[in-house]
């Protein structure tokens, strides 16, 4: 029996002034909002219906994961709580929490995320332990873990988020004897200019 696969999206209740903060400083927070909707929208239904992998809406404040009318329904989607702690607490719950099998991590504001890149995550799981997506800006994407033999504990304990050292923190983080993989570079929009970019991007 082939082992379950597990893909997580972390969101954010979408509401009004309370998502993509930065980007809502350049564009407003209406269309801040709306893009949001429409890209968790697009990315739940792209990635969530694929049958190679269950696919986990992971979502905060907690209580939204009561409200399934907040959310794209998905058939066969779970939603579940990100809960409490800082965003490296929460990351490390599904990893250390969800049945078995590896389990790879994304966000909800990637518009260019496709089932190939998680395939593609997943297939490099067969072979090395851990793997990260890796963003222009420090960060990244994407994560996921084998999950066997271990998953670290603390494994994002010491990260500076949201700045230029996140992948590099969490990788020193790892234990010394963990293989790693890197998929090639994707980007969330942040900010007005990223928003301007990716609308004026030919699509394929």
Known sequence: MTTPRHLVLF???PMRGAVKTRLAADIGKDAALSFYRRTLHDVLWRLGRDPRWQTWLAVTPDLAAHSAALWPQVPGVHLIAQGDGDLGVRM????????????????SDIPEVGSSHIMAAFKALGRKDVVFGPAADGGYWLVGARRTP???HGLFGTVRWSTKHALTDTLAGLPKSFRVAM?????DIDDGAAWTAWRTEPRV
């Open 150 to 152: 271990m998953v670290p």
């Open 183 to 187: 998929l090639g570079e994707l980007d």
């Open 11 to 13: 969101a954010r209740a």
């Open 92 to 107: 490390a719950r599904p990893l250390l929490t969800l049945p078995p099998g590896p389990v790879v991590i994304i966000g």
